[in-house]
């Protein structure tokens, strides 16, 4: 029933901007951490923002200075915006929300990504 959906992405030139979003449904999320991950062709899914239900965000150092995550107006949503775009951040970009539970389980679940190609 959980369910993330991604938009915004896109073709931009480098140097260019995009901004992401991200709206999950199917449950309240309460203390779910929600994040952005991407994926080049050919290598790994990593990190690339997230932002804890208290505003707290962390950066891939990739990204530091460029990109911002935060919340819309609803908990329900995350965004991305993403400046200075250079052709390494090429890749599919993933929202997920994930929560730790009470004996260590977690819920963790991912949209199905959105396409962000940056090229001249």
């Known amino acids: 029933q959980v369910q993330l959906v991604e938009s915004g992405g896109g073709l931009v030139q480098p140097g260019g901007s995009l901004r992401l979003s991200c709206t999950a449904s199917?449950?309240?999320?309460?203390?779910?951490?929600m994040g952005w991950y991407r994926q080049a062709l050919g290598q790994q899914r990593e990190l690339v923002a997230t932002?804890?239900?208290?505003?707290?965000?962390n950066y891939a150092d990739s990204v530091k200075g460029r990109f911002t995550i935060s919340r819309g107006n609803t908990k329900n949503t995350v965004l991305l915006q993403m400046n200075s775009l250079n052709p390494e951040d090429t890749a599919v970009y993933y929202c997920?929300?994930?929560?730790?539970?009470?004996?260590?389980?977690?819920?963790?679940?991912w949209g199905q990504g959105t396409q962000v190609t940056v090229s001249s």
């Open positions: 199917g449950s309240n999320f309460f203390g779910y951490i």
């Open positions: 997920n929300t994930r929560r730790i539970n009470a004996g260590g389980s977690e819920n963790n679940y």
């Open positions: 932002i804890t239900p208290g505003g707290t965000t």
